[in-house]
C-alpha cells in the first residue's frame, strides 16, 4: 500500500492545511466513540534499522504511534532485531527484503526504519524540482506490502525539506501502522475503525497461532499464522 501523497498529491495538498486528520482518512469520532475495541493488548514490532536510526528516533516514534493507537486499546511494543545498510536504494528493494525476512516468533510485525543517506539528499533535491515543476511528488515515504499486511517500511528521517510540510516519519508510522492492521484507505476512518476491531475478534479464533497476532489484509485474507 503506497501512501496516498503518491496517488492522491492533490487532494492532500488540499486537504492537510484544512483539516487535522490521519493521513490514511478522516476521523469519526462519535462512531470511534459509539464502537467497542475490546481489551487492551499489546502486539510486538520487530525493528530493523538503519545506521543513523537510533533507539532514541524508536523510542520517538512509537510514542506518537501508541498515542494513536489507545483508540483501539492496543499496544505497538518496539524490539529492535538488527541495524543494517539498505538492501537497496528503492522503497520496492526494502519490501523485498522484508519479504524474504523471516518473522520470528518474538515478533508480530516487521518494520524497517529507513535513514538518509547523501544518495537520498540528492535523489530528494532531483524530485523537489520535478515537484516544483510538475507538482508532483515522487517519494514514497513508506509502503507495507499486501501479500500478508505484517511488514512495512517507512522513512524514519527527514530534514528540513519540503517533505515536512506534507509530512513526517511520525505521521507516516501512523498511516503505515494502519495498513500494519489490515486498513486501505479511505476518506472516512469508519471502514478502518471496523476492520481493526474485526482484527482483533480474530484474537479468540481458535484457528489463531496464540503466539502472533492475527490481521485481515487489505484485500479481506484472514492471516491468523504468522507469515513465513
Ligand atoms: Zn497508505
Not at 503518491?6 to 487535522?20: D, G, K, Q, T
Not at 490514511?24 to 481489551?39: C, D, K, L, Q, V
Not at 523471516?102 to 529507513?114: A, Q, T, W
Not at 530528494?124 to 524540482?129: D, K, S
Request: proline share 5%.
Amino acid at each position: 500500500m503506497f501512501s496516498p501523497w503518491i496517488s492522491r498529491p492533490f487532494f492532500l495538498l488540499f486537504a492537510i492545511p484544512v483539516f487535522s486528520c490521519t493521513t490514511i482518512g478522516f476521523h469519526e469520532e462519535t462512531i470511534r466513540n459509539s464502537m467497542a475495541f475490546g481489551e487492551e493488548v499489546s502486539f510486538r514490532v520487530c525493528v530493523i534499522k538503519e545506521k543513523g536510526v537510533d533507539e532514541e528516533d524508536v523510542t520517538t516514534l512509537f510514542q506518537a504511534w501508541n498515542e494513536e493507537l489507545r483508540y483501539y486499546h492496543l499496544k505497538a511494543e518496539p524490539k529492535v532485531l538488527a541495524e543494517m545498510e539498505r538492501p537497496g536504494f528503492y522503497g520496492s528493494d526494502i519490501l523485498d527484503y522484508l519479504l524474504s525476512y523471516p518473522m520470528l516468533d518474538s515478533c508480530d510485525r516487521l518494520l524497517y526504519l529507513k535513514g538518509r543517506t547523501w544518495g537520498d539528499v540528492f535523489f530528494e533535491i532531483v524530485t523537489l524540482g520535478i515537484f516544483a515543476g510538475v507538482g508532483l511528488k515522487l517519494e514514497v515515504q513508506g509502503a507495507v506490502e499486501g501479500k500478508t499486511n505484517t511488514k512495512g517500511y517507512i522513512k524514519a528521517k527527514y530534514i528540513s525539506t519540503i517533505q515536512l510540510l506534507f509530512t513526517s516519519p511520525k505521521s507516516t508510522l501512523i498511516h503505515e501502522g494502519y495498513h500494519l492492521l489490515g486498513c486501505g484507505h479511505q476518506l472516512w476512518m469508519k471502514e478502518c475503525y471496523e476492520r481493526i476491531r474485526d482484527v482483533k475478534s480474530l484474537l479468540n479464533d481458535p484457528k489463531r497461532d496464540p503466539n502472533f497476532f492475527p490481521v485481515i489484509t487489505t484485500s479481506g485474507k484472514k492471516i491468523l499464522k504468522r507469515p513465513i
